[in-house]
């Protein structure tokens, strides 16, 4: 763990978060400023920075987390926006290694330049459904729209 870094407070759950899943390797939570209603993180417990250091025995159960994740996501649209950003060019905020899984609601949307926080309620009804796993045979049709 490095001191300082919020994502491992959060692995460690000495920091609160809108946890939705957790296995040996790996946590998912809600961003805090999220792009799009449902943006979520993926993480490695492990402290490292970039993906270039994830240990490759752990390769599985990062895309492993990171693909169930994005089935539960499919639960409010088939449309999103998996990603890393490496670097504070790239626009890395957080220089723990994390996957960003971005829903996407309307064509031609950009994301917002300026991330609300997350509304406290909405999160508590993300939670119920993106923690859960039922995603797992989402409708194929038909997305629900972000809220507010
Ligand atoms: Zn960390």
């Given at each position: 763990m490095a001191e300082d870094c919020i994502f491992c407070s959060i692995a460690s759950r000495a920091a609160p978060a809108h946890i939705l899943w957790e296995d040996e390797h790996t946590m998912a939570f809600l961003d805090i400023?999220?792009?799009?209603?449902?943006?979520t993180l993926v993480i490695?417990?492990?402290?490292?920075?970039?993906?270039?250091?994830?240990?490759?025995?752990q390769y599985g159960a990062m895309l492993g987390a990171v693909s169930e994740m994005c089935r539960r996501i499919e639960q409010l649209t088939v449309n999103y926006n998996v990603g890393i950003n490496q670097g504070a060019i790239a626009?890395?905020?957080?220089f723990h290694l994390h996957f960003h899984i971005i829903p996407r609601y309307r064509e031609g949307e950009a994301f917002p330049r300026r991330r609300l926080p997350l509304d406290p309620a909405d999160a508590a009804e993300l939670s119920r459904m993106l923690s859960?796993?039922?995603?797992?045979?989402?409708?194929r049709e038909g997305t629900a729209p972000p809220k507010g």
């Open positions: 400023f999220p792009l799009s209603r449902g943006h490695p417990k492990r402290h490292i920075d970039r993906l270039t250091e994830l240990p490759p025995a626009g890395q905020i957080v859960n796993g039922g995603g797992r045979a989402p409708p």
